[in-house]
């Protein structure tokens, strides 16, 4: 069974960071992409970040560019998301997504959410 558990959320004040985490099982992730999206209340699930299965790319939603770094660790079939500068609109669940396909920005797995709520 493949699971995708992030960590990692909390609360944070404005200009705060956070490092979440989301560690795979079940089967390997080290050959496809990985990613990050989020859900703020009331609103869409949205994009954050991805990147390719070699780390060699990363691509961000331009409202997160030069705030938020995502890696990852292929030994360790996890995935990260440095956030720094905070802002309040980047409260969101934030969903880990396994088995990424690029081209449409569609995961195969979604891990459960991880709370992030960052006050001003």
């Known amino acids: 069974q493949v699971q995708a558990v992030e960590s990692g959320g909390g609360l944070v004040q404005a200009g705060g960071s956070l490092r979440l985490s989301c560690a795979a099982s079940?089967?390997?992730?080290?050959?496809?992409?990985m990613g990050w999206f989020r859900q703020a209340p009331g609103k869409e699930r949205e994009f954050v970040a991805a990147?390719?299965?070699?780390?060699?790319?990363?691509f961000y939603a331009d409202s997160v560019k030069g705030r938020f770094t995502i890696s990852r660790d292929n030994a360790k079939n996890t995935v990260y998301l440095q956030m720094n500068s905070l802002k309040p609109e980047d409260t969101a669940v934030y969903y880990c997504?396994?088995?990424?396909?690029?081209?449409?920005?569609?995961?195969?797995?979604w891990g459960q959410g991880t709370q992030v709520t960052v006050s001003s």
């Open positions: 079940g089967r390997t992730f080290s050959s496809s992409a």
């Open positions: 997504a396994a088995d990424l396909h690029i081209a449409t920005m569609k995961p195969d797995y």
């Open positions: 990147i390719s299965w070699s780390g060699g790319s990363t």
